[in-house]
T-cell receptor, first 112, second 114 residues
Framework: GQSLEQPSEVTAVEGAIVQINCTYQ??????LSWYQQHDGGAPTFLSY????GLEETGRFSSFLSRSDSYGYLLLQELQMKDSASYFC?????????????FGTGTRLQVFP | DADVTQTPRNRITKTGKRIMLECSQT?????MYWYRQDPGLGLQLIYY???????NKGEISDGYSVSRQAQAKFSLSLESAIPNQTALYFC?????????????FGPGTRLTVL
């Protein structure tokens, strides 16, 4: 089967750092993406890792270890507007490289 | 800018009715997707299309059908709606020629089947 696991909820305070983990077990793997979704909104792309290591985009960073089938999203200098759900998604299966398989999402609540 | 649009945004229908959800995009992307989102279950792929002549089933295609009328239009149909199809439906696009890993989502259609 194919599965992605991430914590259901994380809480933090403004200015803090939070890490959202994602472990995956899939038939194929071309990369790991992260999407953000605010309540009532559409998912929006945050980052993508195809190779091992850390990718940094402003306050957000994403890490991948293919040998461990593991990745994480790191959010620094948290702001209230970062309160949202965050989804990891594996790109590709054995047949198609651009299919995404999504995790069930992590709800991040940022408190003042 | 509304690059990916979905109509209707909200729909309430009754069990057994046929319903069509429409998606249009002005991004010029070749690939289009339909997802369903239930609370706590993330996004599940219903159907995807890599071009007008290429349509594929996703994880949960039973009870759904699709039509890719043009590169810019991808419709999802529920032939006979049932209550457990009540969910939030998203259309998405991607460009196989550029950053194919990034999908762009429409605003969603909230469907309620009574």
């Amino acid at each position: 089967g194919q599965s992605l696991e991430q914590p259901s909820e994380v809480t933090a305070v403004e200015g803090a750092i939070v890490q959202i983990n994602c472990t995956y077990q899939t038939s194929g793997f071309y990369g790991l993406s992260w999407y953000q979704q605010h309540d009532g909104g559409a998912p929006t792309f945050l980052s993508y890792n195809a190779l091992d290591g850390l990718e940094e985009t402003g306050r957000f960073s994403s890490f991948l270890s293919r040998s461990d089938s593991y990745g994480y999203l790191l959010l620094q200098e948290l702001q209230m507007k970062d309160s949202a759900s965050y989804f990891c998604a594996v790109r590709g299966d054995a047949y198609n490289t651009d299919k995404l398989i999504f995790g069930t999402g992590t709800r991040l609540q940022v408190f003042p | 800018d509304a690059d990916v649009t979905q109509t209707p945004r909200n729909r309430i229908t009754k069990t057994g009715k046929r319903i069509m959800l429409e998606c249009s995009q002005t991004k010029g992307h070749d690939r289009m997707y339909w997802y369903r989102q239930d609370p706590g279950l993330g996004l599940q792929l219903i159907y995807y299309s890599f071009d007008v002549k290429d349509i594929n089933k996703g994880e949960i295609s039973d009870g759904y059908s699709v039509s890719r009328q043009a590169q810019a239009k991808f419709s999802l149909s529920l032939e006979s709606a049932i209550p457990n199809q009540t969910a939030l439906y998203f259309c998405a696009t991607s460009d196989s020629r550029d950053r194919g890993y990034e999908q762009f989502f429409g605003p969603g259609t909230r469907l309620t089947v009574l």
